[in-house]
């Protein structure tokens, strides 16, 4: 998924890419820690790292019910 791109050479290990929407919300807990790291790397203009963060404040957010489940 993000593999190749800022993460590149920092031992950042993202796991399998998301089949859909759905399955990333299901699987937000495999992903977040990557995207934490992710949003520190020093290679993000601070308007990224922003953007990332406010990102992973919503996929925090999201529940069973907003996905259709």
Known sequence: MLQ??????TGMKLPIPPRDLADFHLRWSDFRPAMIRLQK????????SDTL?????LSDRISDHDIGQ
Request: zero cysteines; proline letters at 11%; aromatic letters at 6%.
């Open 4 to 9: 190749g791109l800022v993460g590149e050479g």
């Open 41 to 48: 790397a020093p290679q993000l203009t601070p308007e990224q």
């Open 53 to 57: 963060g406010w990102l992973i404040a």
